[in-house]
Structure formats: structure tokens, C-alpha cells
């Protein structure tokens, strides 16, 4: 991966907004190519230089949607749970019980969401496309 998507990745742990981790990415490169240096030379290993910048408030939209098919996950676990103990019988899909196909959604959904997470934000790919 590259020192941007590692550095996108780190801020976005932090809860950067989207448009300051461009503007964040797009001074790094920048000016690493007025020193002439790579990025991890002149500004440090992406998680360390991440640390740098406070904190945000909102988490990406990747994370809250996992978040959101969690809580929507554990609600339909709870409504099997009670047909279970009061009716003797279980939420299905197909022959399946529900439980099972929500748990291999929800690690798709949080693989899915760790990978968009890595990406570098599409204005600064763009960018950086353009000038190689």
C-alpha cells in the first residue's frame, strides 16, 4: 500500500474529515517533491505522522455503515432468540438459520469497510494520476 492510503487510513482511525485528509495528503506530496524526499523519509511512518493532527468527531462511512449493520445484525438475533425460547422455532433463510447468514454479511460488511477505509480519497488519486 502506499504512504497515502496508509496515511488516508490512519486519519481516517482518528476521524479526520474526508476533505482535510485531501488537503492533508495533497501538502504531503507537496512538499515531498520540493525536498525531493519520499514521504515516509521527510514526514515519518504514516501512523506516527497521522497522530499529528487532533481528532475528529464523525467516523468514516465505510465504519458507520458496519456499525449500522451491527445494531441491525444483533436486533434480528434478538428477535430469533425470543421465537426461540417462546415459540420453539427460529428465523430462517432457506434451511439456514438467520444467525448464520448474519454473520458472513456482517464479516463482508466489515471487510469491506477496513478496504474502503485504505483507499486514497478520489480527488487525490485523480491528482496524482494526472501527474505521473
Request: charged content about 20%.
Amino acid at each position: 500500500m502506499s504512504y497515502y492510503g496508509s496515511l488516508a487510513f490512519y486519519l481516517r482511525l482518528r476521524r479526520v474529515p474526508e476533505s482535510t485528509i485531501v488537503e492533508i495528503l495533497r501538502d504531503v506530496r507537496e512538499l515531498s517533491r520540493e525536498s525531493g524526499q519520499e514521504p515516509e523519509q521527510q514526514f515519518g511512518p504514516a501512523s506516527t505522522y497521522a497522530e499529528k493532527f487532533p481528532k475528529g468527531k464523525v467516523r468514516s462511512l465505510p465504519t458507520r455503515l458496519a456499525i449500522g449493520c451491527l445494531v441491525v445484525a444483533i436486533a434480528i438475533i434478538a428477535v430469533d432468540f425470543v421465537l426461540t425460547m417462546t415459540r420453539e422455532t427460529h428465523l430462517q433463510v432457506g434451511s439456514v438459520r438467520v444467525i448464520f447468514v448474519l454473520l458472513a454479511v456482517q464479516v463482508v460488511v466489515v471487510i469491506a469497510a477496513i478496504i474502503a477505509d485504505h483507499r486514497v480519497p478520489p480527488e487525490f488519486r485523480t491528482a496524482s494520476e494526472a501527474s505521473r
